[in-house]
T-cell receptor, first 112, second 117 residues
Framework: RKEVEQDPGPFNVPEGATVAFNCTYS??????FFWYRQDCRKEPKLLMS???SGNEDGRFTAQLNRASQYISLLIRDSKLSDSATYLC?????????????FGTGTRLLVSP | NAGVMQNPRHLVRRRGQEARLRCSPM?????VYWYRQLPEEGLKFMVY????????ESGMPKERFSAEFPKEGPSILRIQQVVRGDSAAYFC???????????????FGSGTQLSVL
């Protein structure tokens, strides 16, 4: 079983749509959680951290369920510029050591 | 304020040659990470270094791969006797390493695309 599993997609949605991505992780010792965005195999860029209490950043909402080892990302009012691959990431490291484990990513295509 | 600088951006090598990938962390960052992304796969952790020390190399292949982060100069990922399976994007990331906890942000470089002919 992969340490971080994501549906590879692609998710094809029209502009303005709401889309949700899910991710599961296998290591219950995971310390922290993130969503990254990667465009065309360029460097991954941090989108947001994920907390159990849920957190929102503009059109993006992330949620963590530690009991189910499940992470989600919701994108509202999709823009063309949201087209990218979204990487679910867990950190297995401890203080100061960021041992990030990346999922293979979910590809999103937003069309006009 | 320059970010994490990696060079070269693209590197072509023939089987059996050596590949050297360089990474200069952000100014003030003392921690460097190397990740590899094979085609159609996610990024995989390779090694974590602080100045002059390898802290965790659990993701490094046992043979042909080595990494260093000297007191002066960039971090180097060295691959000896490259094979076609080494073709991948190699990303470097850095962090301040000020012990701010597990959510300390990593800053990634643009990567080096290694192609082995």
């Amino acid at each position: 079983r992969k340490e971080v599993e994501q549906d590879p997609g692609p998710f094809n949605v029209p502009e303005g749509a709401t889309v949700a991505f899910n991710c599961t992780y296998s290591n219950s010792a995971s310390q922290s959680f993130f969503w990254y965005r990667q465009d065309c195999r360029k460097e991954p860029k941090l989108l947001m951290s994920v907390y159990s209490s849920g957190n929102e950043d503009g059109r993006f909402t992330a949620q963590l369920n530690r009991a189910s080892q499940y992470i989600s990302l919701l994108i509202r009012d999709s823009k063309l510029s949201d087209s990218a691959t979204y990487l679910c990431v867990v950190n297995l490291g401890n203080t100061g050591f960021q041992k990030l484990v990346f999922g293979t990513g979910t590809r999103l295509l937003v069309s006009p | 304020n320059a970010g994490v600088m990696q060079n070269p951006r693209h590197l072509v090598r023939r089987r059996g040659q050596e590949a050297r990938l360089r990474c200069s962390p952000m100014k003030g960052h003392s921690h460097v990470y190397w990740y590899r992304q094979l085609p159609e796969e996610g990024l995989k952790f390779m090694v974590y270094l602080q100045k002059e020390n390898i802290i965790d190399e659990s993701g490094m292949p046992k043979e042909r791969f080595s990494a260093e982060f000297p007191k002066e100069g960039p971090s180097i990922l060295r691959i000896q006797q490259v094979v076609r399976g080494d073709s991948a994007a190699y990303f470097c990331a850095s962090s301040p390493g000020r012990g701010t906890g597990v959510s300390e942000k990593l800053f990634f470089g643009s990567g080096t695309q290694l192609s082995v002919l």
